[in-house]
T-cell receptor, first 110, second 112 residues
Framework: QQQVKQSPQSLIVQKGGIPIINCAYENTAFDYFPWYQQFPGKGPALLIAIRPDVSEKKEGRFTISFNKSAKQFSLHIMDSQPGDSATYFCAALENTPLVFGKGTRLSVIA | GAGVSQSPSNKVTEKGKDVELRCDPISGHTALYWYRQRLGQGLEFLIYFQGNSAPDKSGLPSDRFSAERTGESVSTLTIQRTQQEDSAVYLC??????????FGSGTRLTVV
């Protein structure tokens, strides 16, 4: 049973575009939702995270939108750059450990 | 250290052999996690250590897999009698308060 469903599997956008990656969950006890960015040959790195008591969080060009009633959250990347090309994972936490989505491979083309 | 260190970075082993993978967490991080990442897949939880508490082994896929941690320092993941389906990247992470996991770069295991 997949606890966090992530879509799309892959995404190609033009430089300057706004890729959006979506995640959905069923467990209403989840109370922490991070996004991780992974470059080839590296481990995932924490990008941004949100708690369910807020609907949006921005850090630089990265924004999480959170819809508690729909049990969905998404990552938006403003003014995307080729250097943003990576695999992105959403995750959720009730008690340890983090549960991860299957990842989205993003390619930003110039 | 400054980050989570894993060794070796790559390991090729013959089917049926045992392998040991090592993880050095960030100093002061009480929690340590092992995940497995198959090619093009998400992160699959294996095992979790928190301080001196009994580890959460609920993600270990079979009794061929085991892990140890000495106090709040180094951890080793052991895979006995390796099979081809064990081929994957094994990632270790540590955290201070159960949030904000810091991952190492992983060990890429290839079983031939």
């Amino acid at each position: 049973q997949q606890q966090v469903k992530q879509s799309p599997q892959s995404l190609i956008v033009q430089k300057g575009g706004i890729p959006i990656i979506n995640c959905a969950y069923e467990n209403t006890a989840f109370d922490y939702f991070p996004w991780y960015q992974q470059f080839p040959g590296k481990g995932p790195a924490l990008l941004i995270a949100i708690r369910p008591d807020v609907s949006e969080k921005k850090e630089g060009r990265f924004t999480i939108s959170f819809n508690k009633s729909a049990k969905q959250f998404s990552l938006h990347i403003m003014d995307s750059q080729p250097g943003d090309s990576a695999t992105y994972f959403c995750a959720a936490l009730e008690n340890t450990p983090l549960v991860f989505g299957k990842g989205t491979r993003l390619s930003v083309i110039a | 250290g400054a980050g989570v260190s894993q060794s070796p970075s790559n390991k090729v082993t013959e089917k049926g052999k045992d392998v040991e993978l090592r993880c050095d967490p960030i100093s002061g991080h009480t929690a340590l996690y092992w995940y497995r990442q198959r090619l093009g897949q998400g992160l699959e939880f294996l095992i979790y250590f928190q301080g001196n508490s009994a580890p959460d082994k609920s993600g270990l896929p079979s009794d061929r897999f085991s892990a140890e941690r000495t106090g709040e320092s180094v951890s080793t993941l052991t895979i006995q009698r390796t099979q081809q389906e064990d081929s994957a990247v094994y990632l270790c992470a540590s955290s201070r308060l159960g949030l904000g996991y810091t991952f190492g770069s992983g060990t890429r295991l290839t079983v031939v």
